[in-house]
């Protein structure tokens, strides 16, 4: 497939649950969300398609499919954009649409950021947004909007964190702000932070890096920044779990659930947050390497991330949720570029390293180049390196040379491997 457009995919599903089609958007460049449209691509026929565009030219994009059936959900720019509302964290939101239905999109969280606030209504924005394993909630990171502009006086920091949407609750709050709006799910905040962490503790100043944790149960893997004991911020996988009902979010804890002027959305009843994995002591702590989420084995018994080794080299770790046992899976291996995700049955990963695919044995560690070796500027790019639900192919981006008007311009294009 090759258009005379970038054309970028989410880190992780961006396959729809049957293997033949791909989501994507247009942006010009990752840190740019000047996408149109949301976009389908037919892998056997190389058609694609726009299965929404909004109508006020507003903008959208990292779309995520549903496990199960034809739903897409992606983030939507606020519209419309003015000088007091530009395009940021904590000024987006997620809509849900039907891959044959594009036309009834549903916007995924509400809002409403005047007090006394609503209960599963957020305050700010929440971004890359993905379906649990039966698409009965969707996890997110979330910015606030409230405390962002909130400046002086005692209030918390707007500090990114994890909500979850309940796609069987919709909510709906007053109007009394035109940037207010319902929702199609009841969203709770369930990551707990702080904004000075105590050194050497289990506190988190911001959890990023999430990804629902495979199995029985509700579970969500993420990256949580600590203190170490000298003070230097730590990057950590932690395991955040949920009531076995996942109506239950809507039960306040010890603080209420839609925050206050000082404060940020309050943590659900019955919510805890467990600490994995405990790097500071290692002579290169934290998680480390390109960007990348917490994403596990299709059975859960195993979460994968980069860290490196004692010679500073990255390299691919698994950690046990259960256990919290560390294991170094690749040894001299090359060191990734961009994001991995695992084959459905748990055998290997895919990632880009040293301009080529790669897939890695998880049981030893050996790897395998799945295209040629290229310069880091024309091989794979760092976005994205993703299976498909069936494990046949594994899609990625790379750019494409193309002469329009006369000039030569490169675009990110998809490419699929199998």
């Given amino acids: 497939m090759a258009n005379a457009c970038s054309q970028t995919i989410a880190n992780r599903n961006c396959w729809s649950c049957d293997s033949r089609s791909l989501f994507f958007d247009l942006r010009n460049e990752e840190s740019q969300f000047d996408s149109p449209s949301i976009m389908r691509l037919d892998v056997v026929s190389r058609d694609s398609y726009a299965i929404y565009t909004h109508g006020l030219k ?16 992606f983030i939507h720019a606020d519209e419309p954009m003015d000088d007091e509302w530009q395009y940021c964290a904590w000024h987006r939101r997620g809509v849900v649409v039907r891959q044959n239905d594009p036309q009834n999109a549903t916007t995924l969280d509400a809002r409403d950021i005047v007090p006394p606030f609503t209960a599963g209504a957020l305050r700010g924005g929440t971004h890359l947004h993905t379906f649990n394993h039966d698409a009965t909630a969707i996890v997110s990171t979330y910015e606030d909007h409230v405390l962002a502009i909130h400046h ?34 009841f969203t709770a905040f369930v990551s707990q932070l702080a904004d000075k962490p105590i050194p050497g503790s289990d506190e988190i100043s911001m959890a990023t890096g999430e990804a629902w944790l495979a199995g029985p149960g509700n579970r969500i893997a993420m990256q949580g920044t600590v203190v170490d004991r000298r003070g230097n911020p730590c990057v950590e996988i932690f395991l955040i779990t949920l009531p ?102 748990g055998s290997r990963v895919t990632y880009v390293a040293d301009g080529s695919v790669m897939l890695v044995n998880i049981s030893d560690g050996s790897f395998q180049r799945l295209t040629p070796r290229m310069p880091i500027a024309d091989g794979p790019t760092h976005h994205a390196c993703v299976f498909s639900p069936d494990g046949s192919s594994i899609a990625y981006m790379q750019p494409v040379d193309f002469i329009v008007d006369g000039r030569h311009k490169r675009f990110n294009q998809i490419q699929i491997v199998r």
């Fill in 152 to 185: 002086g006086g005692h209030a918390e920091a707007n500090r990114r964190g994890i909500a979850v949407h309940i796609l069987s609750i919709p909510v709906a709050v007053p109007k009394t702000h035109p940037r207010n709006h319902d929702g199609s799910s």
């Fill in 244 to 345: 076995n009902r996942l109506s239950d979010l809507c039960i306040p804890g010890k603080h209420p659930l839609q925050g206050t002027l000082a404060t940020r959305p309050g943590v659900p009843a019955g919510v805890t947050q467990q600490r994995l994995t405990y790097t500071s002591e290692r002579a290169f702590p934290g998680i480390f390497g390109p960007r990348h989420w917490a994403v596990s084995s299709a059975d859960g018994s195993r979460i994968g991330f980069f860290m490196r080794d004692d010679n500073g080299t990255v390299q691919f770790w698994t950690v046990s949720p259960d256990s919290g046992e560390v294991i170094q899976v690749t040894y001299n291996a090359p060191e990734p570029t961009s994001p991995f995700t695992w084959h459905p049955d």
């Fill in 58 to 73: 507003s903008c959208c994009g990292v779309p995520t499919c549903s496990p199960v059936d034809d739903r897409v959900v």
